[in-house]
């Protein structure tokens, strides 16, 4: 048997919680509730057994385009979740980031967010990452910004960014890229989620919905994660030599 892996950086596109509801003839919303439980669930494991960055894709940029009973919903139980959960997280070691277009969000949700981060800031165990008003292509919108502001302002010189210097106007630069990304419910995409970090990630998808997954899914996911070979585009001798 191959020698389980843990991920450093699991991704998990938490999607399906609309799907859920509707085969129980229940109001999406439902979905998204019982959703926030699994979260709970997924961060205490992944946190007991030595992930050291969780990112969860809470909400997309384009989920702000859903009705807006919906997106009403999912702010507050976004501010439920981080109320509730805070206490919990902070004994658990856990620290908190943000990454997204957070100025968008409404002003309570985003005083929430803040309290919370600030509350979690002294941890030292696992980092949850999660992405909120967050969009792929509007990261790298917004770090192309960032950097052509320090170079108009003459701060950095244009010729000395490269990809690592660039990766540093990324939301929350820390993050390193995914590891592991996991995908609920059965679609087979990408959805505008970390293009930048996602650049050499693996990918495990599975079609349960997310308000039915459980940690066994991130047991299974890890087994086959450990018997993938990643080169980064190099050979596997090569790869060899680097473990050495
Ligand atoms: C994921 O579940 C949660 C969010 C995107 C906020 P969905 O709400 O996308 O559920 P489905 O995909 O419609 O079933
Ligand atoms: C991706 O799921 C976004 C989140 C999980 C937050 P979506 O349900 O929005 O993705 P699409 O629309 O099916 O691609
Ligand atoms: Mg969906």
Partial sequence: M???KIPEHL????DGNGRWAKKRDLARIFGHRQGADVVHDIVQYTSDIGVKYLTL???SMENWLRPKDEVGFLMKLIEEYLNKEVEEMDKNNVRLLVSGRTHLLPDETREIIEQSIEKLSKNTGMVLNL???YGGRSEIVDAARKMAELVI????????IERDEFGQFMYNPEVPDIDLLIRSSGEIRISNFMLWRAAYCELYFTDTLWPDFDKKIIDEAFAEYS???RR???????MADEDE
Avoid at 153 to 160: P, S, V
Wanted: include cysteine.
């Fill in 11 to 14: 991704a998990i596109i938490m």
């Fill in 2 to 4: 191959t020698e389980i």
């Fill in 227 to 229: 018997s993938r070979a």
């Fill in 232 to 238: 980064f585009g190099m050979t596997d001798e090569q």
């Fill in 153 to 160: 302002q003459g701060e950095i010189e244009l010729t000395k």
């Fill in 131 to 133: 992405c909120i008003s």
């Fill in 57 to 59: 894709y809470a909400f």
